[in-house]
C-alpha cells in the first residue's frame, strides 16, 4: 500500500485486507494511522526518498494512490515485472476538469484501476479511453473505528463538518493557471446553514490561519482545527446531522462518496447532502441520509425524517464497514 500523506483511505483498506489474511506493507512519506498493525512499513523523508525506498519492496502487487499521481509510475519503473493496481480515488481529471497528464500516465502504467464510485469510474474512463480493468471500493469506516453500541438520542439542532476545509474562494489549477472555484471553501456553507438556523461546527484536520478562523466565525459556523483523527471520529457523535455540501461543487465533488459520508453513518450522524448527486442517491436510495435540493429544505427534512433515518442508521451501520466489502479488491489482487 502506498500513499504519499498517510491517506486515511489507504489505511482502511489496508486494514481490512490485513482481516483477510494479506500481508500488507506500507510505504509512505508519513507513518500510516495503522501503522502498529502493519507486518512492515517504510516511511520516506521526502517523495524523492520515498520513491527510492520502491526498489527495496518485497511486494508482490503494488496499490497506489494519488497525490502525487506520479506514484504508480515510480512503482512500475521500480518493478518492471510486478503488479501496480491504482486507487485513483482523487481524480485530477475531474477536479480540473480537464485531460491530466499525470493522471493518464500513471492508469497507463497501473494493470487495474480502483475507484470510490461508478460515477467517478464513468466519467474517468469516458476521459481517459484506456479500457483498463476496474473496480469500485467505497471510502467505508472501518470495523475497528465503529463503535459497538450508541445513545439512541441524538441531537438534530447540531450539524458538523468532518473533513479537509479551505477559506480560499479559488484554486489555481497547476497545469493551466486557471482559477475555478473552490470546492472546499467552507464559508458559503456556514453562511448557507446559518440563514436556516445552523451553526456549522467544523472538525478538520486543517489547521485555518487566526484570520481563517475569524472568517468561518464571521460566516456563522465554529471551527475545531488540528483534530487528530480518532478524536475527530469521537467527536462527530456530539451532533445529529454531518454535512456534505458544497456551494459550487465541480465534476469530483459531484462524482464523490467520501470518506466523511461513511464516517458520519458509523458514529450515529444522520448525512445531509448537497449539490452532490452520487452521494444524494446512494443515502437517499438507501434511507441512510437526507438530500436536499435546496439547503432551505433542511428544517423540514429534519422534522419529518432525521429520526427515522437514524434509527436505520442505528441498526445497519456495523455491517456496513470496510472489512464487509473488500471482497472485490481480494477478487481483483487475486486475479492479477
Known sequence: ????????????????????????ESLSAKKPMCWQELDS?????????????FQYSRADIFVCDGAPDT???WARDAHPDRK????????QGLQWERYDRLEAEARQASDALVHVSNTCRDLTDALYKDNKPSIVIESRASDRDTPASLPPDSDFNSIVYEGGVSVESHMEDPGTGRW?????????????LDRVGYALHV?????LTDDGRQLVTQAGGIHYGGLPYPAMLKALRAHGLGWFGCETPNEKYRAALPNKLFEYISQGVVPVVYNSPTAGEWVESRGLGIWLDKVEELPERVWLDAAIIR?????ERTDMCMESHIDPLC?????L
Open 331 to 335: 477478487e481483483l489482487l487475486d486475479g
Open 180 to 192: 475555478l472555484p473552490n470546492y472546499k471553501n467552507i464559508l458559503p456553507s456556514c453562511v448557507a
Open 71 to 73: 506514484l504508480p509510475v
Open 203 to 207: 472538525l478538520s484536520a486543517t489547521k
Open 1 to 24: 500500500m502506498v500513499s504519499a500523506h498517510g491517506c486515511i483511505r489507504v489505511s482502511k483498506i489496508a486494514r481490512a485486507l490485513i482481516a483477510r489474511g494479506y500481508e500488507v
Open 84 to 91: 501496480v493496481v491504482f486507487d485513483c480515488h482523487d481524480p
Open 41 to 53: 512499513y517504510r516511511v520516506g523523508f521526502s517523495l524523492w526518498h520515498l520513491r527510492e525506498l
Open 311 to 315: 434509527r436505520r442508521i442505528l441498526r
